[in-house]
Structures are given as C-alpha cells and as structure tokens.
C-alpha cells in the first residue's frame, strides 16, 4: 500500500482584494466593444484564444471578455486580525468606485444599450481573499451606476486562513 502524503499548507501572508468590470459577448470582440462604447480595455480575450498562454493548459476562451479592474494587496497582521478586516472594507468601497470612476455617463449609456440589446453581459466581479471575515459594503452612488449599466453584482469571499 502506498503512503499517502500530506501536500504541504502555503501561508498566505498578504489579504488581496480586485474589482473588475467585465463585458461578456459572444459576437463583440474586446476591440469591437471598446468601439461601440468609447474606451479602451485593460485587458481582454478573444473567443477561441488560449484562457492561460504562459501555462500548459490548453483550455480554450469560449466567450469574448472585456475588462477594467483595480486591485490591492496589504500585509496580514496576526496580532492585529480586525484591523485587516477594516481594510477590506475600506478597500472593497474604495475599490468599487475607482473601477466605477472609469466608466462616465455617455459610456454607462452605451454599455446598458449594448445590455439592453442582448449583445453583452455587464458584471462587476470582486473578489476578496483575506485572512477575516470583512463587512462588504457598496455606497449608494456605485449601487445606482451598477443598476444604470445594467450589471450583474458577483462577490467571491476567500478565507485564506482565519485563526481560531
């Protein structure tokens, strides 16, 4: 019988944090909707390409992606495990309206015509990777950008190692 071994625990040693603003379309290229809505993606996929280049995966993009974002990572503090927490908190709101900051009035018009029509799928995608549990907080002013874009809300929390 062979032994089983245990695959080793990585620390993480700093919570991370990323709001991105992705359109989906499956007939819109990313230069097609930076066309249609007047501005330039950070980054962005082409169905058919390869998802992960620099890996060995083959997996292929089935949709075309759009997408702006912001991120920040900051040091975990095991004495002090709330006060990361807090960080978050401010961090997901700041987050949230600096990706929103991008987008003015004429181009929240466009992209909820393009929703409107069916051709894209709106979303802002957070992602909070921290080593508490924070309050997730959203302002008024991003809730109604988010509901005028037509956009779905998605929020991924990661405990990445909560002390007992």
Do not use: R
Not at 22 to 33: E, G, N, Q
Request: proline fraction near 4%; hydrophobic fraction near 35%.
């Amino acid at each position: 019988m062979k032994k089983k071994t245990k695959k080793p625990v990585i620390e993480i040693k700093q919570d991370h944090i990323f709001v991105e603003f992705l359109i989906y379309s499956d007939t819109l290229t990313p230069d097609d909707i930076s066309k249609e809505i007047g501005i330039l993606y950070e980054k962005g996929s082409t169905k058919g390409e390869l998802m992960f280049p620099k890996t060995s995966s083959k997996a292929i993009q089935k949709i075309n992606l759009w997408q702006i974002g912001a991120d920040k990572y900051y040091p975990y503090d095991k004495e002090y495990p709330n006060v990361e927490g807090l960080h978050a908190e401010t961090n997901l709101e700041e987050l949230t309206e600096l990706v929103l900051a991008k987008l003015d009035d004429d181009v929240i018009s466009k992209i909820n015509f393009l929703v409107e029509k069916e051709l894209i799928t709106a979303k802002l995608l957070c992602a909070v990777y921290c080593h508490t549990q924070p309050p997730m907080i959203f302002t008024k002013a991003s809730i109604a950008k988010i509901h005028k874009l037509g956009a779905e809300i998605d929020i991924d929390y990661y405990n990445i190692g909560c002390e007992k």
